[in-house]
């Protein structure tokens, strides 16, 4: 068996592959260009892409791609072999420097929000540089940016790598008021995916879970996670083969999976990486997304990323762990020193103001449908945005606040001057898992991501609102030095705590009382993607986004136009699904069953007259009014789904999908849930919750 360490990055065109294959003037050139954004000249390129040709032929590859992430928020990819005919009947395999840096694929049919036409279908891939190429089944696949013919984003990625350079550049400025050495600025984050295995013969009997993603029916089961058992417990060995194989693949890759195990719900799963840059880790976390799905079929099994694919047990979560680096300094570390510490307030201020200014940006860059069913689920955080800080940083920002003394652990008074600012342990906060923004001792854990979203935007929009937050501490320091910046850096942190407390909440966010407790503070509360879309195409969140070039307002409105119209095709094709499964799977058994029982119930009258039939009748009554309440329901459902699929405003029909839609939905289930737990199990169509949660 190999090492861990011969295996780990092998399939990685990594800085130490480039340092070793790369000439050390091309080295150089394309190292600047990571670190500084500066572009490649040709001759580099030819070099870099010869290089990459070889080393990628090496290891078996035959083709390479353009891997990138279309607004639908996968990744896409079209393969292009090294190829090329010599016209005397052989071949050279040959890969230039411009195949490298541009391609072109078709971009007519990804969506665009209304971008491109369909007709328009030119659209350019180009390479970015910051995160590695690697192989993946026999392909050189290339990290690459995605935009229109007339050079509008229509990826994730650019937007996200326009917020990383927004916030690199704001924090630069800080840090030369501190009189720090210009350094590399990047958001790192780590990213915990949960997810469910299942087995492969139930989930082929599901055709809610194959068509959605989740199970659009299921009565609960009679044993779910209250026992607790699940979580940390032992590993079904099924499952700890799947994850040795995917911890193979994932090392290889240069992904640095370092935490996997059972999580709360039966079934349930979570594997977690060691953070890196922010970029490189979205594009790992959608390599791991992928590894897991395709990786689960060799153990019979099948990889659900949806937030919620079972009603009443935990959804899955992604929870993204993000901070700011400058070469190796955390600036989320509170640090050793009094100016360490200063600088650590100026950027935490700089967070809990950029949280609180776009709150609904955040909540929006999170929102989909199946996360809808996650959010304040007494599981995950509640729908509202808040920071928890923990109760060390809560009372230093509660003296800061209202300037009176603080006691540190110790009971040693402290006045808050610059000179005896106090220190503070890293891990000097509990974890708070009822919290969507959660201080973890120098990072932030934003704990709303659903299981399957591309984490880009929430980061994107972060990066953004906290380079908004940085410019403007700059814009009034600047030209201030020694005491007097001193002296300036700690009123304005006090007047900007003091703006944006309301953020901050230490307590339990699944308590009753906290949603009123939020609207007092004047916090927003969305409660479904519907509700919380609108706010992306906000003057304000356009402003943001136009100051800092991370999106113009042609970018920003086409994002809500495929939010939304991805929003109402999910619940366009939930509520199909669901229709014909209760006329041609559910209701079709029932009436079996109902049958076989009336003919039973009849054949023991005739067989024994005056039996005692009245248990039997008291079911075959239970099932016909069920069934008569299913059919009701299934025909107000029918009626709303035609009424709203026939509207025009995508927002209006969105709304209705919302508030009536996903309500006559759960109006149906339980009529059918009620119903599975009287129907004999021989008639029942599908594998129940108790079958696929507990398999073997």
């Given at each position: 068996m190999a090492k861990v360490t011969d295996i780990y990055g092998s399939m990685v065109f990594n800085d130490v592959t480039m340092q070793e294959r790369l000439p050390s003037t091309t080295y150089k050139t394309l190292a600047k260009t990571i670190e500084e954004g500066k572009p490649l000249d040709e001759e580099c390129a030819n070099d870099v892409a010869h290089a990459m040709k070889e080393w990628a032929i090496e290891h078996g590859a035959t083709h390479y791609t353009h891997w990138f992430q279309p607004l639908s928020g996968i990744t896409s990819e079209k393969h292009d072999s090294f190829l090329d005919p010599t016209g005397d009947g052989r071949a050279i395999m040959k890969f230039s420097g411009k195949e490298l840096i541009q391609g072109e694929p078709d971009a007519s049919s990804f969506p665009s929000g209304g971008l491109r036409a369909t007709f328009e279908a030119r659209g350019y891939t180009a390479w970015d540089p910051t995160s590695y190429a690697f192989i993946k089944d026999e392909v050189l696949c290339i990290p690459t940016a995605f935009c229109s013919y007339t050079g509008e984003a229509l990826d994730k990625k650019t937007p996200l790598l326009r917020s990383m350079s927004a916030i690199e550049e704001q924090a630069k400025r800080v840090l030369a008021l501190f009189g720090e050495p210009e350094r590399h600025v990047v958001t790192t984050v780590g990213s915990e995916q949960e997810y469910f295995l299942i087995s492969e013969k139930d989930y082929e009997q599901r055709q809610d879970l194959a068509l959605t993603g989740r199970t659009l029916f299921g009565a609960p089961p009679?044993?779910?996670?209250?026992?607790?058992?699940?979580?940390?417990g032992a590993i079904r060995p099924s499952v700890n083969e799947f994850m040795k194989e995917l911890d193979d693949e994932l090392w290889a890759l240069g992904?640095?999976?370092?935490?996997?195990?059972?999580?709360?719900?039966?079934?349930?799963?979570?594997?977690?990486?060691?953070?890196t840059n922010a970029n490189r880790a979205i594009d790992e976390n959608l390599l791991t997304m992928e590894k897991m799905r395709l990786l689960a079929s060799h153990y019979g099994l099948v990889c659900l990323q949806?937030?919620?694919?079972?009603?009443?047990?935990?959804?899955?979560?992604?929870h993204n762990n993000w901070s700011i680096s400058a070469g190796k300094t955390n600036l989320l570390d509170p640090g050793d020193t009094p100016m360490d510490n200063l600088r650590f307030l100026v950027f935490l201020t700089g967070v809990i103001q950029a949280v609180d200014d776009y709150q609904e940006l955040l909540r929006m860059s999170v929102a989909s449908a199946g996360n809808d069913h996650r959010l304040g689920a007494n599981e995950a955080p509640p729908a509202?945005?808040?920071?928890?800080?923990?109760?060390?940083?809560?009372?230093?920002?509660?003296?800061?606040?209202?300037?009176?003394?603080?006691?540190?652990?110790?009971?040693?008074a402290m006045d808050l001057g610059v000179a005896v600012l106090p220190n503070f342990l890293k891990d000097n906060t509990d974890r708070n898992r009822t919290s969507p923004f959660a201080f973890t001792g120098n990072?932030?854990?934003?704990?709303?991501?659903?299981?399957?979203?591309?984490?880009?935007?929430?980061?994107?929009?972060?990066?953004?609102?906290?380079a908004k937050s940085l410019k403007e501490f700059a814009d009034e320091m600047e030209g201030k030095q020694g005491a007097e910046f001193e002296a300036a850096a700690i009123a304005y942190i006090k007047r900007t705590l003091t703006d944006h407390q309301r953020i901050i909440f230490n307590g339990n966010g699944y308590s009753d009382e906290w949603p009123i407790e939020?609207?007092?503070?004047?916090?927003?509360?969305?409660?479904?993607?519907?509700?919380a879309l609108p706010c992306y195409i906000d003057q304000k969140s356009i402003d943001l986004f136009e100051e800092f070039g991370v999106l113009n307002e042609a970018e920003v409105r086409s994002r809500y136009e495929v939010k939304l119209e991805k929003y109402n095709k999910l619940l366009n094709i939930e509520i199909r699904v669901m229709k014909r499964m209760a006329r041609r799977t559910y209701l079709p058994a029932i009436n079996e069953y109902l049958g076989e029982l009336a003919s039973t119930v009849n054949a023991v009258k005739a067989a024994v007259p005056g039996a005692d039939t009245t248990q039997q009748e008291e079911v075959l009554n239970k099932l016909l009014t069920g069934v008569s309440k299913a059919n009701e329901a299934l025909k107000a459902l029918d009626a709303l789904h035609k009424e709203i699929a026939a509207l025009d405003d995508e927002q209006e029909k969105a709304n209705r999908y919302a508030h009536e839609g996903i309500p006559a939905m759960e109006a149906l289930r339980t009529e059918i849930d009620l119903l599975e737990k009287i129907t004999d199990r021989d008639h029942w169509p599908v594998p129940t919750y108790n079958d696929i949660l507990f398999y073997v």
């Open positions: 009679c044993k779910g996670q209250e026992l607790e058992e699940h979580y940390f992904v640095p999976a370092k935490t996997k195990h059972n999580e709360v719900a039966p079934a349930q799963h979570e594997l977690a990486p060691v953070f949806h937030e919620k694919p079972f009603e009443g047990i935990n959804g899955s979560g992604k509202i945005i808040s920071i928890f800080l923990g109760d060390e940083l809560g009372e230093i920002v509660d003296a800061l606040v209202d300037g009176h003394e603080y006691t540190n652990a110790d009971k040693v990072k932030f854990e934003f704990r709303m991501p659903g299981s399957a979203v591309n984490l880009s935007d929430a980061n994107m929009i972060l990066n953004t609102a906290m939020a609207e007092r503070r004047g916090l927003a509360n969305h409660r479904t993607t519907a509700d």
